[in-house]
């Protein structure tokens, strides 16, 4: 499918395109998006800077669109989790970890994408669609283990697979800026979380009682 954040007529491919995210990428491993100059961006895929324009927005647009790049990690993590045949407690703990690993990978483009959307509505949008898409997926898998006895009955799925979702955006957000928690402890109260809301299960200090 076509990212939504190209503004071109749709073409079978385009090198240049991908050659100024591939040098967009670099560019945020060294330096933070309000200090990524698109001139130079430009400069270093080989095209002019009204290039850069030809195929993106601003950008926050080019950002959105190198973030889809990542999306696919997100969605094996998730097929992972809904799909695998295993314990809850290993499913919620092999998402989790996927879910930082797919962070560590692209932690630069994590932050770029948490400035870009402050600011940007286009921006705002995509990462709003992006968590949006895996809901069903997640609420599928919970009607799922509810009617196979798993899991007990409780709210509507949807709004809670939303709202576990939700925790797993702020958890990346505060990987990204740092806060009182490190990974381990912010994946054991994730765990939790997701363990208690969806299996009704009480875990404490890492055990399930």
Same mark, same amino acid.
């Given at each position: 499918?076509?990212?939504?954040?190209?503004?071109?007529?749709p073409? =079978?491919?385009?090198?240049?395109?991908?050659t100024? &995210?591939?040098?967009?990428?670099? $560019? #945020?491993?060294? *330096?933070? @998006?309000? %200090?990524?100059?698109?001139?130079?961006?430009?400069?270093?895929?080989?095209?002019?800077?009204?290039?850069?324009?030809?195929?993106?927005?601003?950008?926050?647009?080019?950002?959105?669109?190198?973030?889809?790049?990542?999306?696919?990690?997100?969605?094996?993590?998730?097929?992972?989790?809904?799909?695998?045949?295993?314990?809850?407690?290993?499913?919620?703990?092999?998402?989790?970890?996927?879910l930082?690993?797919?962070?560590? =990978?692209?932690?630069?483009?994590?932050?770029?994408? &948490?400035?870009?959307?402050?600011? $940007? #509505?286009?921006? *705002?949008? @995509?990462? %709003?669609?992006?968590?949006?898409?895996?809901?069903?997926?997640?609420?599928?898998?919970?009607?799922?283990?509810?009617?196979?006895?798993?899991?007990?009955?409780?709210?509507?799925?949807?709004?809670?697979?939303?709202?576990?979702l939700?925790?797993?955006?702020?958890?990346?957000?505060?990987?990204?800026?740092?806060?009182?928690?490190?990974?381990?402890?912010?994946?054991?109260?994730?765990?939790?979380?997701?363990?208690?809301?969806?299996?009704?299960?009480?875990?404490?200090?890492?055990?399930?009682?």
């Amino acid at each position: 499918m076509r990212s939504r954040t190209d503004r071109r007529v749709p073409q =079978r491919s385009d090198q240049r395109r991908e050659t100024l &995210l591939d040098e967009l990428e670099t $560019s #945020l491993q060294e *330096r933070s @998006f309000d %200090d990524i100059n698109l001139g130079e961006v430009a400069e270093r895929a080989g095209v002019s800077r009204s290039a850069f324009y030809f195929y993106f927005e601003n950008k926050a647009a080019a950002v959105a669109a190198l973030m889809e790049r990542m999306v696919d990690d997100t969605f094996f993590v998730t097929d992972v989790f809904t799909m695998a045949d295993q314990t809850p407690e290993s499913r919620v703990h092999i998402m989790l970890d996927g879910l930082f690993d797919t962070w560590e =990978r692209h932690r630069h483009m994590f932050a770029a994408m &948490l400035e870009a959307r402050g600011r $940007s #509505l286009p921006v *705002r949008e @995509f990462w %709003d669609e992006a968590r949006l898409s895996f809901v069903d997926a997640v609420a599928q898998m919970i009607r799922s283990e509810r009617a196979a006895g798993s899991a007990p009955d409780g709210i509507d799925p949807v709004v809670l697979a939303t709202m576990l979702l939700e925790v797993n955006d702020r958890l990346l957000e505060r990987l990204t800026f740092g806060g009182p928690l490190d990974r381990s402890q912010l994946a054991e109260g994730a765990a939790a979380i997701w363990l208690g809301s969806v299996y009704g299960i009480t875990v404490q200090h890492g055990r399930q009682l």
